[in-house]
């Protein structure tokens, strides 16, 4: 028998996070599809690239979204059987409030990690064709900056030209081992500058022990110098903020390419915020289960699912914005970035386990 009421509770709940699943899929392709449509609304492509789009950026985005869909979907499995008395049914059988959070709990916590290691980089790949997708429909190609398996790379536009400028490894405000090529208007090489280090902290960088070739006429010349400033459109700060958003990265990349990410120029700090938070993930969904139960077992008299509609929203915009300010801090530097993606869920699990305790004795 216990067998069975464990069945019903895990499929049970898994049926209904499948449906909250879809509605939140739903809604959001019919939100993101206008987006797409207002995209690409001056650019002659096929019918079917808004949809396919969306159909890209959506998991990603469902993903962020999963500790609300887990908290709905655990308010909504356990009103309805609580309003069908089969929650009633299951104290009788010997089930305490306690137990059936914790299966519910632990439910969470394993489409935590599974979602972490199978979705996670399926979704990161579709983000990653999705970003590529639309950068090659985007109006201004002008100023392109890219970090890839050989490192940096920026294009930028000038008046007298273009510039591409090639390093293999950014460290704190500095590049190493520059290549910066200039080219006119018509794309022909003007010169070539190598520099083993570059300070980029602001506009102007600095460039040291600078080894400067000439194209002129057919003709080269070579000159050197210790120090030599060029002024760009980057600095450290603007370039790393272009890497801020790590939905192209999963999990699993994340961990086995910690250092070489670092050394291709991600920012360490944000790095580190990235992993706690995505490490993060299964324990908040255990947390949200639990406030979840404590909002609907504390009785087992049929209510008003309105009221508890209204008090399941209010519940998330409250976490949500929690998490937020938390996230704030964080980057403002008043508190650690991995703190930042920790401190909700030990802030929300403090209140949880008090509200365990007391709806366990009921």
């Given at each position: 028998?216990n067998?069975?009421?464990?069945?019903?509770l895990?499929?049970?709940?898994?049926?209904?996070?499948?449906?909250?699943?879809?509605?939140?899929?739903?809604?959001?392709?019919i939100?993101?599809?206008?987006?797409?449509?207002?995209?690409?609304?001056?650019?002659?492509?096929?019918?079917?690239?808004?949809?396919?789009l969306?159909?890209?950026?959506i998991?990603?985005?469902?993903?962020?979204?999963?500790?609300?869909?887990?908290?709905?979907?655990?308010?909504?499995?356990?009103?309805?059987?609580?309003?069908?008395k089969?929650?009633?049914?299951?104290?009788?059988f010997?089930?305490?409030?306690?137990?059936?959070?914790?299966?519910?709990?632990?439910?969470?916590?394993?489409?935590?990690?599974?979602?972490?290691?199978?979705?996670?980089?399926l979704?990161?790949?579709?983000?990653?064709?999705?970003?590529q997708?639309?950068?090659?429909?985007?109006?201004?190609l002008?100023?392109?900056?890219?970090?890839?398996?050989?490192?940096?790379?920026?294009?930028?536009?000038?008046?007298?030209?273009?510039?591409?400028?090639?390093?293999?490894?950014?460290?704190?405000?500095?590049?190493?081992?520059?290549?910066?090529?200039?080219?006119?208007s018509?794309?022909?090489?003007?010169?070539?500058?190598?520099?083993?280090?570059?300070?980029?902290?602001?506009?102007?960088?600095?460039?040291?022990?600078?080894?400067?070739?000439?194209?002129?006429?057919?003709?080269?010349?070579?000159?050197?110098?210790?120090?030599?400033?060029?002024?760009?459109?980057?600095?450290?700060?603007?370039?790393?903020?272009?890497?801020?958003?790590?939905?192209?990265?999963?999990?699993?990349?994340?961990?086995?390419?910690?250092?070489?990410?670092?050394?291709?120029?991600?920012?360490?700090?944000?790095?580190?915020?990235?992993?706690?938070?995505?490490?993060?993930?299964?324990?908040?969904?255990?947390?949200?289960?639990a406030?979840?139960?404590?909002?609907?077992?504390?009785?087992?008299?049929?209510?008003?699912?309105?009221?508890?509609?209204?008090?399941?929203?209010?519940s998330?915009?409250?976490?949500?914005?929690?998490?937020d300010?938390?996230?704030?801090?964080?980057?403002?530097?008043r508190?650690?970035l991995?703190?930042?993606?920790?401190m909700?869920?030990?802030?929300?699990?403090?209140?949880?386990?008090?509200?365990?305790?007391?709806?366990?004795?009921?």
């Amino acid at each position: 028998m216990n067998k069975i009421l464990f069945q019903y509770l895990v499929f049970g709940f898994l049926k209904t996070f499948v449906k909250v699943l879809l509605i939140f899929y739903c809604f959001g392709i019919i939100l993101n599809l206008f987006e797409e449509i207002e995209f690409l609304k001056n650019i002659n492509t096929d019918i079917f690239l808004p949809l396919i789009l969306t159909a890209l950026y959506i998991p990603s985005m469902i993903i962020k979204l999963l500790p609300f869909i887990v908290f709905i979907s655990c308010m909504w499995f356990l009103l309805s059987i609580r309003n069908n008395k089969d929650l009633l049914s299951l104290k009788v059988f010997g089930y305490s409030n306690f137990r059936i959070f914790f299966i519910l709990a632990v439910t969470s916590f394993f489409i935590g990690w599974f979602v972490l290691f199978a979705i996670n980089p399926l979704t990161s790949t579709m983000m990653k064709y999705y970003e590529q997708t639309k950068s090659e429909y985007s109006l201004d190609l002008d100023h392109l900056v890219t970090i890839n398996k050989n490192g940096l790379w920026i294009k930028e536009t000038l008046d007298s030209g273009h510039r591409i400028i090639h390093a293999t490894e950014t460290e704190d405000n500095f590049l190493r081992d520059v290549t910066i090529f200039n080219l006119d208007s018509n794309n022909n090489i003007k010169n070539k500058i190598y520099s083993e280090l570059s300070n980029i902290n602001n506009n102007k960088w600095v460039l040291n022990n600078a080894a400067i070739i000439n194209f002129k006429n057919g003709m080269t010349e070579e000159e050197f110098h210790e120090s030599y400033s060029i002024y760009s459109n980057y600095n450290y700060e603007k370039i790393t903020s272009l890497f801020k958003n790590f939905d192209t990265m999963s999990f699993v990349d994340l961990i086995l390419n910690y250092k070489d990410l670092q050394n291709k120029g991600y920012n360490k700090s944000y790095l580190d915020q990235n992993l706690n938070s995505m490490l993060s993930l299964p324990f908040f969904l255990f947390i949200m289960a639990a406030v979840a139960s404590i909002l609907t077992m504390n009785t087992l008299k049929k209510s008003n699912n309105f009221t508890f509609i209204i008090v399941g929203l209010i519940s998330c915009v409250s976490i949500y914005y929690f998490k937020d300010l938390s996230i704030a801090l964080g980057q403002t530097n008043r508190i650690s970035l991995p703190l930042a993606s920790w401190m909700p869920i030990f802030a929300i699990g403090l209140f949880s386990s008090i509200g365990i305790l007391q709806i366990n004795e009921k």
